[in-house]
Nanobody
Framework: QVQLVESGGGLVQAGGSLRLACATSGRTVSRPGMGWFRQAPGKEREFVAAINWSGGSTYYADSVKGRFTISRDNAKNTVYLQMYSLKPEDTAVYYC?????????????????WGQGTQVTVSS
């Protein structure tokens, strides 16, 4: 069983920053593409950012482009989401996801494994 465990969420004021981490453990997924998604209260889960196995290709939702950065450390089996200039509308549960393919997942249906999520709350 592949396990994804997110950490780093919390409460931050608008304009602040947070770094989320997602550690993969358990059964190894060979060269997985990784992504971050989020779900705000009363809304559908949406794509935030994704990165391919090598880290050479990254993708972002328009709403976070220029403020969030996705990266990975394959030696540590960990993917990160650095979030700057946070806004109240970034408040959501953030989920890490992995796909059994080296390319970056940009849709929920492309993901094979999910973490439990970590809450990010941005106060105004």
């Amino acid at each position: 069983q592949v396990q994804l465990v997110e950490s780093g969420g919390g409460l931050v004021q608008a304009g602040g920053s947070l770094r989320l981490a997602c550690a993969t453990s358990g059964r190894t997924v060979s060269r997985p593409g990784m992504g971050w998604f989020r779900q705000a209260p009363g809304k559908e889960r949406e794509f935030v950012a994704a990165i391919n196995w090598s880290g050479g290709s990254t993708y972002y939702a328009d709403s976070v482009k220029g403020r969030f950065t996705i990266s990975r450390d394959n030696a540590k089996n960990t993917v990160y989401l650095q979030m700057y200039s946070l806004k109240p509308e970034d408040t959501a549960v953030y989920y890490c996801a992995a796909r059994s393919s080296w390319s970056a997942p940009r849709g929920e249906d492309e993901c094979d494994y999910w973490g439990q999520g970590t809450q990010v709350t941005v106060s105004s």
